[in-house]
């Protein structure tokens, strides 16, 4: 059924540069996925998908432990402007499970 399948896991490292699920996921955002499940595994980052780059002082903040989740609609767009950066606590890790 389309919008259930898991297609890829990816993880990324936030730190002072901005960083994309297109160019710096590892792997990077496949070509089929519309939705997404992020977490953040340590260190609190930000993020803006508005076509801004976020700061360290601005955009949404996903802190240790919490989670994103774009998995009700089709969210390609949104999942290929998403920038974040991390926060002054250091480096942060985020995990994202991509859907169909």
């Known amino acids: 059924m389309s919008g259930n399948n898991i297609i890829d896991y990816a993880a990324l490292t936030v730190s002072t540069s901005v960083v994309t699920l297109v160019t710096d996921a590892t792997p ?3 070509a089929r996925a519309k939705r997404a499940f992020i977490t ?23 802190a240790a432990d919490d989670s994103i989740s774009f ?20 480096d942060g890790n985020i995990m994202i499970t991509y859907f169909d």
């Open 28 to 30: 990077t955002l496949p």
């Open 40 to 62: 953040c595994e340590d260190n609190q980052v930000r993020w803006r998908a508005d076509g801004t780059a976020p700061t360290k002082d601005e955009g949404h903040s996903l």
């Open 71 to 90: 998995t009700e609609t089709d969210y390609r767009q949104l999942l290929e402007r998403i920038q974040f950066i991390r926060t002054d606590d250091g």
